[in-house]
Each structure stands twice: as structure tokens, then as C-alpha cells.
């Protein structure tokens, strides 16, 4: 399973940088994905990045605020997310996937999450 954290409250236009890790190293190869959840509704996807930390994808809503990278050394994913949004407010979770996707099922071993609030 992975573990998400980095999540917190923060004005609108605040910056938070979220962070995946694979504690175990089991996920090293696979293309790891963040999608966000508020309640009631879909998980959607956020963002993904490959195994090798390249073909960085993002959801429409989200680019050019968000960056996704990855630490190979250390086998980290992180999302720096820049310029929030009240509308970003949401739990925000990391799964692992054979190869980058925006299809939540495509994705497994999500971690518990981390609720990101974005204050206006």
C-alpha cells in the first residue's frame, strides 16, 4: 500500500506539495497516478507520472498549477500544487498502475489519502 501526506489547509492561491511514498519499494515499477475525492462524489484523476519519473499527464483543471515528479533515488512522488483553488478542496490519494493512465481503475494499492482545504 502507499501513504500519502503533505495535505493541510491553505488560502486560495497557496501552494502545498503532497508526497507519495512506497514504503515497502514494492510499486518501484509501476506508473504512479493521484486522483482527488470529495465526498459524494467520483474519484477523479489529478495527475500521473511513469515509473522512470517522465510523461508527466494532467487533467485539464489542474495544469499549469500542478507538477508531478518523482524522486527515482528515493522512489517518491510528489504533486507541487501551486495557485490553489477552493475547488481543489479535496482528499487526494496515490494508486499504482501498470503504465500512466487517467482511469482510476486502472490504479490499486491506494494509500489512506490526505485531505487538502483550500480556504477562500
Known amino acids: 500500500q502507499l501513504l500519502e501526506s503533505g495535505g493541510g489547509l491553505v488560502q486560495a492561491g497557496g501552494s502545498l506539495r503532497l508526497t507519495c511514498e512506497d514504503p515497502?519499494?514494492?510499486?518501484?515499477?509501476?506508473?504512479i497516478g493521484w486522483f482527488r475525492q470529495t465526498p459524494g462524489q467520483e474519484r477523479e484523476f489529478v495527475a500521473a507520472?511513469?515509473?522512470?519519473?517522465?510523461?508527466?499527464l494532467y487533467a485539464e483543471s489542474v495544469k499549469g498549477r500542478f507538477t508531478i515528479s518523482k524522486d527515482t533515488a528515493r522512489n517518491i512522488v510528489f504533486l507541487q500544487m501551486n495557485s490553489l483553488k477552493p475547488e481543489d478542496t479535496a482528499a487526494y490519494y496515490c494508486?499504482?498502475?501498470?503504465?500512466?493512465?487517467?482511469?482510476?481503475?486502472?490504479?490499486?494499492?491506494w494509500g489512506p489519502g490526505t485531505q487538502v482545504t483550500v480556504s477562500s
Open positions: 507520472i511513469t515509473w522512470t519519473g517522465g510523461d508527466p
Open positions: 494508486g499504482a498502475a501498470i503504465e500512466t493512465s487517467t482511469q482510476r481503475n486502472t490504479y490499486g494499492f
Open positions: 515497502k519499494n514494492y510499486f518501484y515499477r509501476y506508473a
